[in-house]
């Protein structure tokens, strides 16, 4: 039975992909490169590394896209999706817990405060903790050890394979907010956040 849901922040709990594409378009037209919106997107929704490497980003142009991209303000905002707030008050009046796992910086925890939602977790692993970066095990790890978790009621839940695939690596449930799937570790897949409601283990 699943009692401690993990989540990943950008583009699972939180739709902050258009924004942070949109600040990434910015950045790097003040550079004099050209992007291309969806294709920037898409490579953002695998991870930041591989949308920096596409475009051959220096540190310099890294540093002026976190300037933009931790402007709470610049538009699109980053809000969270439609079901997030209902399905993270649902799991807390389960019983159940929530925990955080993201690459995000304290950032993260600014949304869920802005949203009235940090108090439905009870932990949170963000890119101040240097761990490595997924798909490594070793934050979960860390949030097991820490809160004394047992991994056989522990699901890691993201939008791209490597937030699966450290749930995977944990030894843990894992699961795939995603559509149009073709292959995955995942042990299960959902298309909405609402649906990891649903999920049962033996």
């Known amino acids: 039975m699943i009692k401690n849901y993990i989540w990943d922040f950008d583009g699972m709990l939180f739709d902050s992909y258009r924004h942070i594409t949109a600040c990434f378009v910015k950045a790097m037209g003040e550079f004099g490169v050209e992007v291309d919106y969806d294709e920037a997107k898409a490579l953002f929704e695998i991870s930041y590394k591989t949308c920096f490497d596409r475009y051959g980003c220096t540190n310099e142009m890294i540093e002026k896209f976190d300037s933009y991209e931790s402007d709470y303000h610049f538009e699109p905002v980053v809000s969270p999706f439609k079901n997030t707030v209902y399905t993270l008050n649902q799991i807390v009046k389960n019983g ?107």
Do not use: Q, W
């Open 96 to 202: 159940g817990k929530n925990y955080l796992y993201t690459h995000r910086d304290h950032t993260a925890l600014y949304y869920l405060a802005k949203y009235n939602v940090i108090n439905l977790f009870d932990g949170f692993v963000t890119s101040l903790n240097n761990f490595p970066s997924k798909p490594s095990p070793d934050a979960l790890n860390y949030i097991v050890k820490t809160f004394n978790l047992n991994k056989k009621e522990c699901l890691m839940i993201g939008d791209r394979e490597i937030d699966v695939g450290s749930g995977y690596n944990a030894g843990m449930y894992s699961c795939l907010c995603a559509k149009n799937v073709k292959d995955t570790v995942a042990d299960f897949v959902i298309s909405d956040i609402s649906e990891v409601l649903d999920i049962k283990t033996e």
